[in-house]
């Protein structure tokens, strides 16, 4: 059974950093690109970030410089480090495999003074 566990949110004031990370289980992980998700109340979910099986990365322009997304293989763990936090941020985050469109709880972040 595909499943992934995201954990790391909270609540931070603007310019504040956090880092969440996503424990996948049940795929061989190594194998799949993973991605971060963020879905914020009333708008449709997007992809933040997107991470290659040979560790080459993709960023939506608005995470740019901000976020860094990165992945340890041995611990089926991908991560995302974000930096320098906007009201903006704030949304449910979500690890998959793109490929598989299994989603877990998410994690929530809110960026707020």
């Known amino acids: 059974q595909v499943q992934f566990v995201e954990s790391g949110g909270g609540s931070v004031q603007p310019g504040g950093s956090l880092r969440l990370s996503c424990a996948a289980s049940?795929?061989?992980?190594?194998?799949?690109?993973m991605g971060w998700y963020r879905q914020a109340p009333g708008k449709e979910r997007e992809m933040v970030a997107t991470?290659?099986?040979?560790?080459?990365?993709n960023y939506q322009d608005s995470v740019k410089g901000r976020f860094t997304i990165s992945r340890d293989n041995a611990k089926n763990t991908v991560y995302l480090q974000m930096n320098n936090l906007k009201p903006e941020d704030t949304a449910d985050y979500y690890c998959?495999?793109?490929?598989?469109?299994?989603w877990g709880q998410g994690t929530q972040v809110t960026v707020s003074s």
């Open positions: 998959t495999a793109p490929s598989l469109a299994v």
């Open positions: 991470i290659t099986k040979s560790g080459s990365t």
């Open positions: 049940g795929i061989i992980f190594r194998a799949y690109i």
